[in-house]
């Protein structure tokens, strides 16, 4: 596709419920990035994807926050039994490769999790 | 570690008058800098990035920004703002070492006044 896309674009879940947020990045894009944006506040990133090495997960806030990604192309970030705190808005971004100053992230519309 | 502070998290202009959003950064080792706006419902979008070299760099729609390492800022300004310049900006960190993780700032939300 032309940009990155995510979905779905709202997601409203009970407390305790799981709750999966999908990205597909651009194509022949090798690194895909996750950050979360709580209201009023910036970006803070989750965990990112290079190819077929191991993920940098160093940004997830628990055990119940994992993503995975197949190859270079769809990811889901999965957030298990819910909690308020979890309301935000969840960004994808996709780059030709991780690192370097010449790779530019594009980034998603995002998901808005609401979390009652 | 590197971290990002964005002084004021509200900013008000007139048209026509210089735009001015301050970033301060921390971090141990070069730094890429980046400013980001997100205009109201759409995504981030790239202004403009300091990598290495020329110290003032020129973005989009008239914005431009200088790395001064001495102060560990990356201030942006624009010498007259417009309507349409209403947004969030955040500024963001990165090093050659982190995988190319973005560290951004809280944001800076900017109204224009007619």
């Known amino acids: 596709g032309a940009g990155v896309s995510q979905s779905p674009s709202n997601k409203v879940t009970e407390k305790g419920k799981d709750v999966e947020l999908r990205c597909d990045p651009i194509?022949?894009?090798?690194?895909l990035y996750w950050y979360r944006q709580r209201l009023g506040q910036g970006l803070e990133f989750l965990i990112y994807?290079?190819?077929?090495?191991?993920?940098?997960k160093s940004g997830l806030p628990s055990d119940r926050f994992s993503a995975e990604r197949t190859g270079e192309s769809v990811s889901t970030l999965t957030i298990q039994r819910t909690q308020q705190e979890d309301s935000a808005v969840y960004l994808c971004?996709?780059?030709?490769?991780?690192?370097?100053?010449?790779?530019?992230?594009?980034f998603g519309p995002g998901t808005r999790l609401t979390v009652l | 570690a590197q971290s990002v502070t964005q002084l004021g998290s509200h900013v008000s202009v007139s048209e026509g008058a210089l735009v001015l959003l301050r970033c301060n950064y921390s971090?141990?080792?070069?730094?890429?800098l980046f400013w980001y706006v997100q205009y109201p419902n759409q995504g981030l979008q790239l202004l403009l990035k300091?990598?290495?070299?020329?110290?003032l760099v020129k973005g989009i729609n008239g914005f431009e920004a200088e790395f001064k390492k001495s102060e560990t800022s990356f201030h942006l300004t624009k010498p007259s703002a417009h309507m349409s310049d209403a947004a969030e900006y955040f500024c963001?960190?990165?090093?050659?070492?982190?995988?190319?993780?973005?560290?951004f700032g809280q944001g800076t939300e900017l109204s224009v006044k007619p």
């Open positions: 971004a996709s780059s030709l490769q991780a690192g370097g100053p010449y790779n530019e992230q594009f």
């Open positions: 994807f290079q190819g077929n090495s191991a993920p940098d």
């Open positions: 194509s022949g894009h090798t690194a």
């Open positions: 963001a960190v990165s090093t050659y070492n982190q995988g190319g993780k973005l560290i």
């Open positions: 971090s141990s080792v070069p730094p890429y």
């Open positions: 300091y990598t290495t070299g020329a110290t």
